[in-house]
């Protein structure tokens, strides 16, 4: 069996099928991966018992605007970066954002007067907790992100793959802030950037393998 | 050329709003654009040109399938271009070449040069045998042997909707098997 190119492109037009946009499939993926990645919150951490004491801290607070701003970033660039022609000039300056408001919640707690000393916030209690909760917990929003990506076309797949996981590193970030009880935006800074840096290059060499069309 | 990607962007846009006659001639004009692009990609890379025809075949099944990626505000021509480039470096990478695309082996080709001729592609030939029984059925008859859905439909006393389903699937198909070689 041969197919003439004439043949091929008569048959594509017969083919009336219609997709749905990238974002729409992206939306659906997160939230089917969203309760996955939420039960393993409930089942190993469970929010912090003092919650309500520790909204009325602006660095707990602070720790859902970086991580929320992260992903909301990722999300728009990996929706940028799903068409062909795409690339990251003019984007990547999102990705400023989060780490602007880290850094001045670092400087503004550098200003302020402190119980304990700079390096004992910044290791903190919780540190392996953190680097190995946030990667588990992105997992499932990695996979999802990226079966959702497949539905675009990215030119750059590792690129692509990697703000995927970024993305799911800021979802799961989110989650995991709820739980702990280091607030310094010293501990943020060192040990949420590393767990989302592993997450990060799980994406890319993810993202070079499935995201080719 | 600047009116010529003017007016595959018009026909596309029509295309999206469900113009099938729009979208027939949008494929038919850019066919032999990217013929022209994909021989000077495959010559630049020391292969011999007659293989561009499985390239211009994987790049229109591409634009296909994709189409939903396109910025009906956004010109045509860059976003087809960078689907073409693509798909030319991946062609040339599973002959193991180094790549070295010129971003212009697309965008320069003037119309004059167009009319190379068509060879069957083999490659795609090849894939279409492993499609599943149905969905090869499906394909060869309205491809090869041109019946309409509906006329399809009545000779494998399938629904036409089951045939359109059928039909969209072989042609996905066929660029997954490209993808797992």
Redesign the interface.
């Known amino acids: 069996m041969r197919m003439e190119t004439d043949q091929l492109i008569r048959t594509l037009a017969a083919d009336n099928t219609r997709a749905r946009p990238v974002g729409f499939v992206l939306a659906l993926a997160l939230l089917a991966a969203a309760p996955v990645s939420l039960l393993m919150f409930f089942t190993e951490l469970g929010v912090r018992p003092d919650v309500m004491t520790a909204m009325r801290n602006p660095f707990f607070d602070l720790k859902f605007a970086v991580t929320l701003a992260l992903a909301t970033s990722a999300i728009l660039v990996s929706l940028h970066l799903s068409r062909p022609e795409a690339s990251m000039r003019g984007w990547g300056w999102l990705f400023m954002i989060p780490a602007g408001l880290l850094v001045a919640g670092i400087s503004s707690e550098m200003m302020m007067p402190q119980r304990l000393p700079m390096m004992t916030r910044l290791v903190g209690q919780n540190s392996r907790v953190c680097m190995s909760a946030i990667p588990a917990m992105s997992l499932p929003l990695l996979a999802a992100a990226l079966i959702a990506l497949r539905h675009g076309a990215p030119t750059r797949p590792a690129l692509a793959g990697a703000i995927a996981g970024l993305l799911s590193a800021g979802i799961a970030a989110t989650f995991y802030a709820s739980h702990c009880t280091d607030d310094s935006p010293l501990f943020v800074v060192t040990w949420y950037t590393i767990a989302t840096a592993l997450v990060t290059a799980v994406g890319a060499l993810a993202g070079s393998r499935v995201l080719r069309f | 050329m600047r009116e010529r990607e003017d007016e595959w962007t018009g026909l596309m846009r029509s295309a999206i709003s469900?113009d099938?006659?729009a979208?027939?001639r949008l494929?038919?004009a850019i066919?032999p654009v990217l013929r022209a692009g994909a021989r000077r990609g495959l010559a630049r890379a020391g292969q011999p040109v007659d293989q561009s025809?499985d390239i211009?075949?994987d790049i229109?099944?591409?634009v296909?399938?994709?189409?939903?990626?396109?910025?009906a505000n956004?010109p045509f021509a860059?976003?087809l271009?960078?689907?073409a480039?693509?798909k030319l470096i991946?062609a040339l990478r599973r002959r193991g070449r180094r790549v070295f695309v010129n971003i212009d082996d697309f965008a320069e080709t003037l119309p004059g040069e167009a009319a190379a001729e068509?060879v069957?592609?083999s490659e795609?030939?090849a894939r279409?045998?492993s499609l599943p029984a149905r969905q090869?059925a499906v394909?060869?008859s309205?491809?090869?042997d041109?019946a309409?859905?509906r006329d399809t439909a009545a000779k494998y006393s399938m629904s036409e909707g089951a045939v359109?389903?059928a039909?969209?699937r072989a042609?996905a198909s066929l660029?997954a098997r490209l993808?797992e070689q």
């Open positions: 469900g099938g006659a979208y027939h494929l038919k066919a025809e211009v075949q229109l099944l591409a296909h399938l994709k189409r939903h990626t396109w910025d956004a860059p976003w271009f960078a689907i480039r693509n991946d068509t069957s592609a795609v030939a279409l045998e090869r394909l060869q309205i491809a090869v041109s309409s859905i359109r389903v039909l969209h042609l660029t993808r």
